[in-house]
């Protein structure tokens, strides 16, 4: 009698065990479930060119642990008191800086590049085609000097075989970086130099007016 009363006893504790288990949601079933694909990686890449006005250019951001380029458009003033070089790199800095629009930030892409950083022309004594910027090159994020080193490469501001010749604001000398593709791909790491420093490219004809190369200021 004893063994049937621990029988019944345990069937309930085995109902209840069941129905609590229902209760919180917890799924009884030994059959897998095809919750669909997981979800797939950043594609990196932005369909459809920019619908605006002006000079189209190419930067460099930040997508998937690498350097992506991503076509846009700005605008330059018709005339200013740098040279053609110094322009260019100026409004590609201001692009870097710029937050990634929302199609952008959709397809993976972000920037490391701070706000605010700035860029002018070279001192006496520089190399010919350097660019100082408002901050020591080698202080900024290893991320954000690969990115300003790729995008100028692949403009007017570059010098010779693509080359980047960068200094800061304090007295010491420029360097020169190139876009490698071990850059591209490991931006977090430190840019490697040149030595010796490049020669530049010389200057257009016609500062006010920069030459295109497809869609990229060169």
């Known amino acids: 009698m004893r063994s049937g009363v621990r029988g019944r006893w345990g069937a309930l504790a085995l109902a209840g065990g069941v129905l609590l288990l229902s209760g919180c949601g917890i799924r009884t079933t030994q ?21 605006a006005e002006g000079f189209p250019v190419r930067v ?17 003033p018709a005339e200013s008191a740098h040279d053609g070089r110094v322009r260019v790199a100026g409004a590609l800095l201001a692009e870097l ?3 990634p629009s929302e199609t952008e930030r959709e397809a993976g892409f972000t920037t490391d590049v701070p706000d605010p950083v700035v860029v002018g022309g070279a001192r006496p004594g ?32 570059a010098v010779a075989g693509g080359a980047v010749v960068l200094g800061g604001p304090g ?20 840019v490697p130099t040149l030595s010796p420093l490049p020669s530049p490219e010389p200057e257009p004809s016609a500062p006010s007016a920069p030459q295109l190369s497809g869609s990229v200021l060169r």
């Open 97 to 99: 800086r710029r937050q």
């Open 31 to 51: 059959v897998p479930v095809n919750d669909g694909p997981a979800p797939s990686r950043p594609p990196c890449a932005v369909s459809g060119a920019p619908a």
């Open 171 to 190: 007295e010491y000398p420029p360097r020169g970086y190139s876009c490698q593709e071990r850059v591209r791909e490991r931006p977090a790491e430190p």
């Open 126 to 157: 520089d190399p010919a085609g350097t660019l100082r910027l408002s901050r020591q090159p080698e202080d900024l994020p290893p991320t954000a000097l690969a990115q300003i080193v790729c995008t100028f490469a692949e403009s007017q501001a």
């Open 60 to 76: 460099y951001l930040v997508c998937a642990s690498g350097l992506k380029p991503v076509d846009r458009v700005v605008e330059l």
